[in-house]
T-cell receptor
Framework: DAGITQSPRHKVTETGTPVTLRCHQTENHRYMYWYRQDPGHGLRLIHYSYGVKDTDKGEVSDGYSVSRSKTEDFLLTLESATSSQTSVYFC?????????????FGSGTRLTVV | GIQVEQSPPDLILQEGANSTLRCNFSDSVNNLQWFHQNPWGQLINLFYIPSGTKQNGRLSATTVATERYSLLYISSSQTTDSGVYFCAVNTGGFKTIFGAGTRLFVKA
C-alpha cells in the first residue's frame, strides 16, 4: 500500500452497537474518502473530507458519520449498526480533489453485522 | 446524476489473448480513472486519464471526452490480469462515481 492503512481488516458486530473504522495515511494528502462495496452496487461514496475538520456527505451517508481531527486520520462511525451495513468498506486518498494522479485505496475492512 | 456504464459485464479470455473494455458516461467529466480489483479485493489505480491515451506495459487506455467514452486495452493477457476492472468519473467537486465493473477471468 502507498501509505494508507485501514483498521480493523475484519469485524463482526451485533445489530445496534456503534462501530468505528479507521483510515490512516502517511502521504499527507488533503483528500480522503470512504466507500462501501456491495454486490450489484459497485463502489458508492459514503463521506469524504477535503481537509482537517472539513467533511461532506456522499451518496449513501445515512447511518454514518465521519471525523477528521488530523490530516492523517479519517474515521467512519456507524452510530447503531444494522444488517444493511454489512459490507466491505474502502478508504481512499488523493492529493487533489479533481486533478491527477487519482485515488489510492486501502486494503478494505470487511464488516459483518449480525 | 451521471450514469457510468461498463461493458462487457463479464469476459473470459484464454491466456495470451487481447481484450478491450469500454466505459461510457452520460455527461461531461473532469477526469476518469481505471482501477483493477484483484481476486483478493485490493483496488489498484491503473490510469488517471481525463483525455488522450496512456500506456503502461501491456495495458493502455484511451479517453475520448467529447464522445463520452473510455477504453482499456489489455494485450497478451495473463492469469494475473483476472479480477474486476472499474472506471470512475468525476464531474466536478470531490465526488467520484464508479461504474459497475467488468469481471475478467483469464484461463491458463
Amino acid at each position: 500500500d502507498a501509505g494508507i492503512t485501514q483498521s480493523p481488516r475484519h469485524k463482526v458486530t451485533e445489530t445496534g452497537t456503534p462501530v468505528t473504522l479507521r483510515c490512516h495515511q502517511t502521504e499527507n494528502h488533503r483528500y480522503m474518502y470512504w466507500y462501501r462495496q456491495d454486490p450489484g452496487h459497485g463502489l458508492r461514496l459514503i463521506h469524504y473530507s477535503y481537509g482537517v475538520k472539513d467533511t461532506d456527505k456522499g451518496e449513501v451517508s445515512d447511518g454514518y458519520s465521519v471525523s477528521r481531527s488530523k490530516t492523517e486520520d479519517f474515521l467512519l462511525t456507524l452510530e447503531s449498526a444494522t444488517s444493511s451495513q454489512t459490507s466491505v468498506y474502502f478508504c481512499a486518498i488523493s492529493a487533489s480533489g479533481t486533478e491527477g494522479p487519482g485515488y489510492t485505496f486501502g486494503s478494505g475492512t470487511r464488516l459483518t453485522v449480525v | 446524476g451521471i450514469q457510468v456504464e461498463q461493458s462487457p459485464p463479464d469476459l473470459i479470455l484464454q491466456e495470451g489473448a487481447n481484450s478491450t473494455l469500454r466505459c461510457n458516461f452520460s455527461d461531461s467529466v473532469n477526469n476518469l480513472q481505471w482501477f483493477h480489483q484483484n481476486p483478493w479485493g485490493q483496488l489498484i489505480n491503473l490510469f488517471y486519464i481525463p483525455s488522450g491515451t496512456k500506456q503502461n506495459g501491456r495495458l493502455s487506455a484511451t479517453t475520448v471526452a467529447t464522445e463520452r467514452y473510455s477504453l482499456l486495452y489489455i494485450s497478451s493477457s495473463q492469469t494475473t490480469d483476472s479480477g474486476v476492472y472499474f472506471c470512475a468519473v468525476n464531474t466536478g467537486g470531490f465526488k467520484t462515481i464508479f461504474g459497475a465493473g467488468t469481471r475478467l477471468f483469464v484461463k491458463a
